[in-house]
């Protein structure tokens, strides 16, 4: 697969920026009428789910910038046994897929203040979001962009993996101890 118009391939680590540089970054893709596409999550344990939404997040546009919660967002989010895997393996991770063209990080509970600053065109997220609830849709639409929500993967949520581990890992247990 060829990079999208206005990407060049890069490697993972050059695709972690802080939101300062995706800012700049942002400004010059504007001026060359570049469509802007931003998403958000948490992505603690990358799976399909995760892929099939970038893949198609990133085909609306011609850059995606994906933001990804803090550890510390991760936590007052999710609990204290969260993020399963460190924010600078899950930014890598990420910056390694060919649909992702730039990764920031965020410590706010919502990328509202990432949304803010980027004033992407584009703002997907998955269909579990009713469109009324998506944090920066009014910044979004206000500057004449879109909000899209796209299907999920049925059964396909870290949530989901986390249980199937431990089931996994009581079966091995008990296995063992026999």
Known sequence: MTP???ARPRAPREKILSLRRAVARRRLLKRRGRKVVFTNGVFDLLHVGHVALL???ASFGDILIVGVNSDGSVRRLKGPGRPIVPLAERMEMLAGLRSVDL???FTE???ARVIERLRPD????GGDYRHSEIVGRET???GGGRVVTVPLRRGRSSTDLIRRALVAA???SRGRRR
Do not use: M, N, Y
Request: aromatic share 4%; no cysteine; proline share 9%.
């Open 109 to 111: 509970p919502t990328p």
């Open 55 to 57: 893949e198609k997040a």
């Open 122 to 125: 584009f703002l997907v997220k």
């Open 140 to 142: 979004v639409e206000s």
């Open 103 to 105: 990764v920031i990080s």
């Open 4 to 6: 999208r118009a206005g």
């Open 170 to 172: 009581r079966a091995e």
